[in-house]
């Protein structure tokens, strides 16, 4: 069975720049994720959707930060203008309905902002 | 106080040993507990889950989840070099997972 795919697994651009990324859940998963990590901060929550809509986006840290998710099947998360201190790894993760369920995690995407 | 803390480690242990790792959380609603092993450079795998008081065991993984004292443990038996890696709890809190920062686990042989 597939899993969470993101894409790209590294992005490596310059300060000012827009980035997308990009995430393919589990098929008949209900719930899609987009997690930050960083040595600092953990694993930080940005947003979750559940049946396509955002339900919780208090964790997207700034207007540069905005997430889509037009379908059941793809997910974006965007920045721009993109900043040095967004370098991290972003991970996507997808579950049955409901926040209280097991969440599977993509393999991530490692973002480094010049 | 974090929502989800954990002793950031490194917690040391020969091989053959048991691995006890300990979570402790604070909101008392919270109905379900995830532990995830992060290998370095690599995403978080989901290892265990348990929702009601007491232990769950899965092959040489046990949880443990006391929700009058607020904590979640998991204990590695015959811990083997390969279980090395940083084993993250999470919580259920408001429809989310809230994770804690992870503690780092090295089984030496």
């Known amino acids: 069975d597939a899993g969470v795919i993101q894409s790209p697994r590294h992005e490596v651009t310059e300060m000012g720049q827009e980035v997308t990324l990009r995430c393919k859940p589990i098929?008949?998963?209900?719930?899609l994720f987009w997690y930050r990590q960083t040595m600092m901060r953990g694993l930080e929550l940005l947003i979750y959707f559940n049946n396509n809509v955002p339900i919780d986006d208090s964790g997207m840290p700034e207007d540069r930060f905005s997430a889509k998710m037009p379908n059941a099947s793809f997910s974006t998360l965007k920045i721009q203008p993109s900043e040095p201190r967004d370098s991290a790894v972003y991970f996507c993760?997808?579950?049955?309905?409901?926040?209280?369920?097991?969440?599977?995690f993509g393999d991530g995407t490692r973002l480094s902002i010049l | 106080q974090k929502e989800v803390e954990q002793n950031s480690g490194p917690l040391s242990v020969p091989e053959g040993a048991i691995a006890s790792l300990n979570c402790t959380y604070s909101?008392?609603?919270?109905?379900?507990f995830f532990w995830y092993r992060q290998y370095s450079g690599k995403s978080p795998e989901l290892i265990m889950f348990i929702y009601s008081n007491g232990d769950k065991e899965d092959g040489r993984f046990t949880a443990q989840l006391n929700k009058a004292s607020q904590y979640v443990s998991l204990l590695i038996r015959d811990s083997q070099p390969s279980d090395s890696a940083t084993y993250l709890c999470?919580?259920?809190?408001?429809?989310?997972?809230?994770f804690g920062t992870g503690t780092r686990l090295l089984v030496s042989p």
């Open positions: 098929s008949g998963h209900n719930s």
């Open positions: 993760a997808s579950s049955l309905s409901g926040g209280d369920q097991p969440q599977h």
């Open positions: 999470a919580v259920t809190g408001f429809q989310k997972l809230v």
């Open positions: 909101d008392r609603g919270s109905q379900s």
